[in-house]
């Protein structure tokens, strides 16, 4: 089973860590029990890296082997700057209020269009996906910062400690308390 983390990967965009992260993650809790859709995911983040390639974002120490090879598009999923942008939103106002409609707005989709193409396109919804960005930058603040468990839910666009608790439990498996004392340790 995988268990290294795709954010140590450079890559070009600035949305791409963490839509990778979000695939890898649901690849790798799916796989056991659904190959079939642990498959989808991973051919959707290799989609992803095939669209970097074709765009010129490849690494610059890899040699040029011809034309590369265009990846095939997922139908009925959000194209790469509908993703991208609505990435770089969620990002730049996690700790406001982010509403499904503005979302949508971003991606220039009608709402429910925009919740069924960023499924395909992520393997998540877009709810699911804000959540676990909202844990992400917790987990982020947790280890750089000295701040209140209170004071980083409110950072991350979270209600009060108790929100970011039961979120955090959820998608991480522990406490932010117990987490964070375990990575601080180390």
């Known amino acids: 089973m995988l268990h290294t983390a795709p954010t140590a990967m450079a890559l070009p965009h600035a949305f791409a860590p963490s839509v990778a992260a979000s695939l890898v993650a649901n690849a790798v809790s799916t796989l ?3 190959p079939q859709v642990a498959r989808h995911y991973l051919e959707r983040l290799a989609a992803m890296f095939a669209d ?3 765009n010129g974002f490849a690494d610059d120490a890899a040699p040029a082997s011809g034309p590369p090879a265009k990846a095939k598009p997922v139908k009925g999923g959000l194209a790469a700057w509908q993703l991208r942008n609505v990435v770089q939103h969620i990002d730049a106002y996690l700790g406001a209020t982010i509403g499904v409609d503005a979302l949508a707005e971003v991606a220039r989709l009608s709402t429910g269009h925009f919740c069924r193409a960023f499924k ?3 393997g998540e919804t877009p709810h699911a996906f ?4 909202r844990v992400r930058r917790a987990q982020a603040l947790m280890l750089q910062t000295d701040d ?3 004071h980083i839910a409110y950072a991350c666009g979270l209600t009060d400690q108790a929100h970011l608790t ?3 439990r959820r998608v991480v ?3 932010p308390l117990i987490w964070r004392r375990t990575w601080q340790a180390r």
């Open 32 to 34: 056991d029990h659904n």
């Open 52 to 54: 970097d390639v074709g």
């Open 120 to 122: 395909v396109t992520t």
């Open 130 to 133: 804000l959540i676990r960005q």
């Open 148 to 150: 209140t468990l209170s």
């Open 166 to 168: 039961r979120l955090f």
């Open 173 to 175: 498996g522990a406490t």
